[in-house]
């Protein structure tokens, strides 16, 4: 190599102690003349660029076509031979060589690269970059790594438990309760603290418990009242049975009454049995309804003229009106017949003597065929008016029951409404009279 060129080769690798080098060469032409033996034109390098930074510390070793270093940036190998390494054999070998691993203990890495001058190997460069910096930023990494690793764990399992325990207390509540529910303590509650998915459970659960509640109750109620209203009539007929017995039977006029007392409580008696066994079949939707498109204004004119002898008796007159263009409703004709019944019945029992009772169909425009029974009676207390409806419930009980009523007959009627996928409602003002209205779908809709 020139002098003066090796120096200037050798000022420039002394360079990156100094500052960030940057040596390159690329498709650089042959210098002019002949290149002698041993020596090594830094111009000719073409096909390489290499960039090298003084923070790598980054060894460079110019080699000549026998193996030997010609230039070493760190002073240590000159004229050394390093043909024996493979990566630098590899490259004399005019291959591009490298990079290695580091191995045998070393830590650092390899990259051999012929230098070519007219297509003839002149040379190569042999590069040595320290892993050290590497390895301990690697190391620090890792360590930073596995630091959050664990961190990251700890934070979790802490945030599990703490999750899993704010599930687990109200699911833990929620089963106690639930168990002391399936013994038959419906008067528990489960405490609401939360409006997510666990709040909207408990505050499902408690509005089940108070329809249990709410349910048992009715059946205790239910079971009372059907065994009182029961009992009243087999009360009589054993009373009466009983005087028949004791002498009575032989006078004639006493047996006859006595023993037409005991049919109309036989026949009271039948009558809330079959009362009792339709509401059974209407909660268990077991009716089996024979619907049809059945003309309601015939139905209530038929149940009118049923009615009209014992309304008469009681001074009540009995009327209908019909809108002439009312449509059909699609009905069991059989209860719809049952329904006029009770709703008429009920009105003559509480209208004055010299009454009205008035029966007033029309078509809504909701595809609904819409019945009003109103009277003139004496209506119902605003007090009253949520109940009525309910099983038993008797606003006027004391009158009822003298006349034989059991509460059921409105009860039964909504429920056969309510079974035509219909509704029933009433609105009453007390000393005015009071007004039943249901509506059932037309046949059309």
């Not at 002098?3 to 032409?29: G, H, K, R």
């Not at 048992?216 to 009372?224: C, G, K, P, S, T």
């Not at 006859?256 to 268990?284: M, P, Q, Y």
């Not at 069991?332 to 003559?348: C, G, H, S, T, Y």
Request: hydrophobic content about 45%; charged content about 20%.
């Amino acid at each position: 190599l020139p002098v003066d060129a090796s120096a200037a080769a050798y000022n420039t690798l002394q360079q990156q102690s100094l500052s960030n080098l940057s040596l390159q060469t690329q498709n650089l032409a042959a210098p002019a003349g002949e290149i002698q033996l041993g020596e090594l034109d830094l111009s000719s390098l073409a096909d390489a660029t290499f960039q090298l930074s003084s923070q790598l510390d980054t060894r460079i070793r110019i080699l000549d076509g026998q193996g030997l270093v010609l230039v070493d940036s760190q002073q240590r190998s000159q004229g050394e031979d390093l043909s024996g390494e493979p990566l630098v054999a590899q490259a004399l070998a005019g291959q591009y060589a490298g990079p290695s691993a580091p191995s045998g203990g070393t830590q650092e890495m390899h990259i051999a690269v012929p230098v070519l001058a007219e297509g003839k190997l002149v040379g190569a460069v042999y590069l040595s970059q320290s892993l050290g910096d590497v390895q301990a930023v690697m190391r620090d990494l890792r360590m930073r790594w596995l630091l959050a690793t664990a961190i990251a764990l700890g934070l979790s399992g802490v945030v599990g438990l703490l999750l899993s325990g704010a599930i687990s207390r109200p699911l833990r509540r929620l089963t106690a309760v639930a168990g002391a529910v399936a013994e038959g303590e419906f008067d528990q509650q489960v405490p609401v603290g939360t409006q997510d998915e666990l709040g909207q459970l408990s505050q499902a659960f408690n509005e089940m418990t108070v329809r249990l509640r709410a349910a048992r109750q009715m059946q205790v109620d239910f079971v009372a009242n059907v065994s009182h209203e029961l009992r009243t009539p087999l009360t009589a007929i054993k009373g009466l049975v009983e005087t028949l017995r004791d002498g009575a039977v032989d006078d004639t006029e006493v047996r006859d009454r006595f023993l037409e007392t005991v049919e109309d409580e036989t026949d009271r008696l039948i009558r809330l049995v079959n009362d009792l066994l339709i509401l059974s079949r209407a909660d268990s939707q077991a009716l089996n309804l024979q619907c049809e498109p059945a003309d309601l204004g015939d139905l209530a004119e038929a149940t009118v003229a049923r009615l009209a002898p014992w309304a008469s008796e009681q001074d009540i007159t009995l009327s209908v009106d019909a809108d002439p263009d009312i449509a059909l409703a699609l009905a069991d004709p059989d209860r719809m017949e049952q329904v006029f019944v009770n709703l008429l019945d009920n009105a003559i029992k509480f209208s004055q003597p010299g009454g009205l009772v008035t029966v007033t169909l029309k078509s809504r425009r909701d595809g609904m065929v819409l019945v009003q029974v109103q009277d003139e009676g004496v209506g119902i207390p605003a007090e009253a008016l949520p109940h009525i409806g309910e099983r038993f419930y008797r606003a006027d009980s004391a009158r009822s029951r003298a006349e034989g009523g059991s509460g059921l007959g409105l009860a039964i009627a909504r429920a056969l409404v309510e079974a035509h996928d219909g509704s029933l409602w009433v609105e009453s003002v007390e000393g005015q009279g009071t007004v039943v209205v249901f509506a059932v779908p037309s046949a059309q809709s």
